[in-house]
């Protein structure tokens, strides 16, 4: 399993402009920016996985940030892809999302709010050229269905991009226990894991050790 060689100037770019965007809406309450320089640096160290892993998507026209937190990733994807799509069903999120994105002058990004039982509901088949699901199905119990609809949306040749943390006792000092996940050890991300291997390949992985773990998974003919 080869990983594509990434364009450093590129690379560096969209990393800093993903921080210096959130700096600018004033989104700094959060892990990434924490004056812990242990906690930054691994938090930073996956956004650096998950930026690695969005570039490897060869066709860059429309991407999907499926669940998108408070929009660190929405700077980096607007660069990357002609068309985004944050989609969460959570407005709270959606609006620190609208902060980044009137903070950057970010033109190319639709915010959409969706309820959960019909989150997947008219979306098309076969149309998406990137999604990426980062720290977002940990979250949820329905997630297998929700891996099932996010390779059914995905167009063939596209890819998938996941991102998961399993909890460890060293992972407790950076998240409290009312974090909302309902996947947490390492054998219950494994299991997600192996459900997107059901139908999709996987073409690359990016784990910081000891917990995150990065996957990127291509949608092929049959």
Known sequence: MATASIPPPLFKELFFDSLTSCENAKMTDNLYFSKNPIKRYFFRKNLKNVLKAILLSKNRK????????????????????????????????????????????????????????????????????????????????????????????????????????????????????????VFRTKAEIEDLISHCRSSLEEISKFDVFPFWKTRVYAKKRG
């Open 62 to 181: 429309l991407a999907m940030d499926f669940g998108p937190g408070f929009g660190i990733l929405i700077p980096p994807l607007s660069k990357v892809f002609e068309r985004v799509m944050a989609i969460d069903i959570d407005e709270g999120q959606l609006s620190a999302c609208k902060k980044v994105i009137d903070a950057s002058g970010i033109v190319n990004v639709e915010l959409v709010l969706k309820k959960k039982e019909d989150e997947f509901d008219e979306m098309q088949s076969n149309y998406w050229d990137c999604i990426v699901a980062d720290n977002v199905l940990e979250h949820d119990i329905g997630a297998r269905d929700i891996i099932d609809n996010l390779s059914r949306i995905l167009k063939i040749g596209g890819v998938l991009v996941v991102s998961l943390p399993s909890e460890n006792w060293i992972y407790r000092l950076f998240e409290s226990k009312n974090d909302g996940h």
